[in-house]
T-cell receptor, first 111, second 115 residues
Framework: QKEVEQDPGPLSVPEGAIVSLNCTYS??????FMWYRQYSRKGPELLMY????GNKEDGRFTAQVDKSSKYISLFIRDSQPSDSATYLC???????????FGKGTKLSVIP | DTAVSQTPKYLVTQMGNDKSIKCEQN?????MYWYKQDSKKFLKIMFS???????INETVPNRFSPKSPDKAHLNLHINSLELGDSAVYFC??????????????FGSGTRLTVV
């Protein structure tokens, strides 16, 4: 079993839809959870960061972490064509340098 | 003003050649990384340096050698390039290894094609 599993998609939604992106993981030592957005031919950029379990909201984006289920989610409300990108989940343990990434989900928001 | 900059952006070279990729960050971060993103878009760590000291060296062929002349720079030299080395190589940095936070700041990537 891979450490981090993420459905690669592609996922196509109409503009204005609510998008749900998810990752599952197997390593219970992971404590820091991140979502990155990567536009085509660009580097990943940090979108959301969450420590341990709980929810975090930033504008149209909400990140959720359920450590008991080893499951994290990113919700995008009122999706826009500019949200079209690959979304990567990433996580690491306490005191660890290393981020472990999911494979990314490619999202297309159709006008 | 670019935070993490890599050069070159694109690199096309023949098998067997030796090439280098340079990375510089102006964020004052202590830790720098090289990641490889393969054709399936999977990002995998290769190396990490903290204050010029190597702290992560994943299972990478020894044809790959990182060098950190100072904490703002982390270069990657690749000897005897092979077809399978074709990928996008990303440099990244983070504040310091004890920071309980944030993630990394990534460069835009170097797209290496070996022919």
């Amino acid at each position: 079993q891979k450490e981090v599993e993420q459905d690669p998609g592609p996922l196509s939604v109409p503009e204005g839809a609510i998008v749900s992106l998810n990752c599952t993981y197997s390593n219970s030592a992971f404590q820091y959870f991140m979502w990155y957005r990567q536009y085509s031919r660009k580097g990943p950029e940090l979108l959301m960061y969450t420590y341990s379990s709980g929810n975090k909201e930033d504008g149209r984006f909400t990140a959720q972490v359920d450590k008991s289920s080893k499951y994290i989610s990113l919700f995008i409300r009122d999706s826009q064509p500019s949200d079209s990108a690959t979304y990567l989940c990433a996580m690491r343990g306490a005191g660890s340098y290393q981020l472990t990434f999911g494979k990314g989900t490619k999202l297309s928001v159709i006008p | 003003d670019t935070a993490v900059s890599q050069t070159p952006k694109y690199l096309v070279t023949q098998m067997g050649n030796d090439k280098s990729i340079k990375c510089e960050q102006n964020l004052g971060h202590d830790t720098m990384y090289w990641y490889k993103q393969d054709s399936k878009k999977f990002l995998k760590i290769m190396f990490s340096y903290n204050n010029k000291e190597l702290i992560i060296n994943e299972t990478v062929p020894n044809r790959f050698s990182p060098k950190s002349p100072d904490k703002a720079h982390l270069n990657l030299h690749i000897n005897s390039l092979e077809l399978g080395d074709s990928a996008v190589y990303f440099c990244a940095s983070s504040q310091n290894w004890e920071t309980r936070y944030y993630g990394y700041t990534f460069g835009s990537g170097t797209r290496l094609t070996v022919v």
